[in-house]
């Protein structure tokens, strides 16, 4: 723990004076010379002066991590499980893969009179721990390694990959040339092992990012292109192998894909984002009730068979089709992340033209496309200068709070934008030309969101007579913009603020907030409509 002047401890990298609590990181006021009998925080930060006065962040002095956003105390995941009767000693650690991808690893040694599995540490912590402090996997030692002043010395503790790892799945080995072919590919995309012939790959840490990796190589291996969505019907190994060997198998519904069938209340549709696929709604899904069926509507063309759409109307008029199949009639209960929520907008217009209703209609911050040709043209300038400024400001107060290097990493994500619209635009010469093509998975999805974001361009929006629902990502710079968007487009909006930006709502933990926000909504739209 670091002291300054012996009058200030530090949160963060920022002064707390006393009266603040320890987890506030908006404080800098500091202690005034008088005030010898304030008390100061204990915070575990490691800090260090730089020569322009400002404080930075080194690291911890106890065991606190952050994994996946959420801030954990190692040692309180170690004093449960030393409470299991068969455990006599234990250390956790985070570890990290060849993808970066991080778990938590618990040690433990066994007391002489019994031997405990995995499934029953797993489900005695369950208990006593919420979700996302529970460890990966188990690695039983016959002793830990100490140091010479007798405590453990966790840089001795065996690599995960070497050590006896008994991971949190089904430790079914794959016997039959297929599955073990699809074994192999899974350990080096999830960089895990083993795997079972039943372990889920959700389970086992895979996301979006990793499930393009996994059916790249798949498709390399195998010469067959499944769509993503795939591993919604078939997480496993032994479910996947079982629909490769299905020669002309075809997923269920060319957009349609049940996240969550079964429940008793009125389905939720969400629409994808940009990139055409929906498994970045899996966690939002495992949030939500379970009696609330939800459904994800993936871009046409991720199958390598269909031809993508590229007209945002196209595509409402497809989806509603489809989900006709699932409920006829209304009221519907639609939303969409970020593209997705104009696609959702697009198919209200249409429900309503026909005569539905709409109980819920639910933007996840989503940008208001077309609103400004709405507007009178000197309102649409001054609107546009006025949110220009109000970005220059923003990034300008995100500035000043940085050290040197921070700001040169600030303003090289910043620049990494420009970089994708250099993509785009030498994109659209090669359509042009010609000489884009999709034959594999990784071009199939970068097709497709070209063509997605193509769609946005030329979406003109109508005005909707019904009410919308925005769940405002409050880090976005264009937040206030958005809002102003859609008080435009629709009769009335109702603004539900979740924390984080763009990309990080929709992820842990902020994603579990949006899921109880999301419920509150579905919950009171379904009671004003009776249901």
């Not at 969409?336 to 933007?363: D, I, K, P």
Request: net charge neutral; proline share 6%; hydrophobic share 40%.
């Amino acid at each position: 723990v670091m002291f300054v002047g012996g009058r200030w401890s530090v949160v963060g990298g920022r002064f707390v004076p006393d009266g603040a609590p320890a987890h506030n990181t908006q404080a800098t006021r500091p202690l005034s010379p008088t005030t010898d009998h304030q008390r100061l925080y204990k915070t575990g930060d490691i800090v260090r002066y730089l020569p322009d006065g400002s404080i930075e962040f080194i690291g911890r002095k106890d065991q606190q991590i952050k994994l996946r956003g959420f801030r954990i105390e190692l040692g309180e995941i170690e004093a449960a499980l030393r409470q299991h009767p068969a455990v006599q000693e234990c250390v956790v650690l985070v570890t990290e893969n060849s993808h970066q991808d991080k778990r938590l690893i618990a040690y433990y040694v066994a007391s002489a009179t019994a031997m405990p599995t995995t499934d029953e540490l797993r489900e005695f912590l369950h208990q006593r721990l919420p979700d996302f402090m529970l460890p990966w996997a188990y690695c039983r030692l016959e002793e830990l390694p100490l140091n010479p002043n007798g405590k453990v010395d966790r840089h001795k503790l065996p690599k995960p990959e070497a050590a006896q790892i008994e991971a949190l799945t089904n430790s079914v080995r794959p016997t039959e040339e297929l599955e073990l072919r699809l074994a192999w590919i899974w350990e080096q995309v999830l960089g895990v092992t083993p795997i079972g012939a039943h372990d889920n790959f959700f389970a086992l840490g895979g996301h979006s990012l990793i499930a393009v990796r996994l059916f790249t190589a798949i498709e390399k291996a195998f010469g067959q292109r499944l769509p993503l969505a795939t591993l919604f019907q078939a997480p496993t190994i032994a479910e996947l192998a079982a629909v490769l060997r299905q020669r002309g198998w075809q997923a269920s519904w060319r957009s349609l894909v049940a996240l969550r069938p079964n429940g008793t209340m009125p389905p939720f549709f969400c629409v994808h984002a940009v990139g055409g696929n929906v498994l970045e709604y899996h966690d939002l899904a495992q949030h939500l009730p379970a009696d609330q069926p939800f459904y994800g509507l993936q871009s046409l063309g991720l199958d390598g068979q269909s031809a993508p759409l590229t007209n945002i109307a196209e595509m409402a008029t497809a989806y509603l089709a489809e989900l006709r199949q699932i409920q006829p009639a209304g009221p519907y209960y639609l939303g969409g992340r970020s593209f997705g929520g104009s696609v959702a907008y697009e198919m209200a217009c249409q429900l309503h033209a026909q005569g539905e209703t709409v109980g819920l209609l639910a933007m996840l911050d989503t940008y208001p496309l077309g609103w400004l040709k709405l507007c009178a043209p000197d309102e649409a300038q001054r609107q546009v200068k006025e949110f220009f400024r109000l970005r220059v400001t923003h990034h300008l107060d995100n500035l000043r709070q940085l050290n040197f290097t921070d700001k040169l990493r600030y303003v090289w994500d910043k620049a990494q934008y420009k970089k994708r619209k250099y993509k785009n635009w030498w994109w659209k010469l090669r359509t042009q030309l010609g000489r884009t093509s999709a034959h594999t998975l990784r071009s199939a999805l970068r097709n497709i969101e070209e063509l997605n974001y193509r769609a946005a361009k030329q979406y003109v929006p109508q005005v909707y007579p019904g009410r919308v629902t925005f769940f405002c990502a409050i880090e976005e710079v264009s937040a206030e913009e958005n809002i102003a968007g859609w008080q435009m487009l629709a009769a009335a909006v109702d603004v539900v603020r979740i924390p984080g930006d763009h990309q990080t709502m929709i992820q842990p933990p902020h994603v579990e907030q949006l899921a109880r926000q999301l419920t509150e909504c579905l919950t009171h739209a379904t009671e004003v409509k009776g249901l």
